[in-house]
């Protein structure tokens, strides 16, 4: 599966991005997932969503964050909303079925000044 993610920008604080990650292929039996890396910080999950639509989110983003999907579409999407300074990251896409089905798309840069 080949993931193409776009939406990063540079936003102020309070302010609000959607990220959307389109996959070349079917991502009906896919879990799918936002993953931030800031500068200088390992590679972090944001929010998951499973074949089944049940989400996770990390603590830090819960009730500013959600994670949709559209599988007719193969997208999914991340509405980030009430950003802050340290929500400043690249944003990856990420496709899991298995150890061997493991994708990620190209990264979207997220810059939110205050």
């Known amino acids: 599966v ?17 990220l959307s ?7 009906s039996g896919y879990t799918m ?7 200088g910080k390992p590679r972090s999950m944001a929010a998951t969503i499973t074949s089944g639509g049940n ?11 959600t994670i949709s999907k559209d599988n007719a579409k ?8 009430n950003l802050k300074p340290e929500d ?6 990420n496709a899991l079925l298995s150890r061997q089905y493991n994708f990620w798309g190209q990264g ?7």
């Open 2 to 18: 080949q993931l193409q993610a776009s939406g990063g920008g540079l936003v102020q604080a309070g302010g609000s991005l959607r």
């Open 21 to 27: 990650c389109v996959a070349a292929g079917s991502i």
């Open 33 to 39: 997932g936002w993953y931030r890396q800031a500068p």
């Open 55 to 65: 989400t996770n989110y990390a603590d830090s983003v819960k009730g500013r964050f």
């Open 74 to 81: 193969g997208t999914v999407y991340l509405q980030m909303n």
């Open 88 to 93: 400043t990251a690249v944003y990856y896409c």
């Open 108 to 114: 979207t840069l997220v810059t939110v000044s205050s």
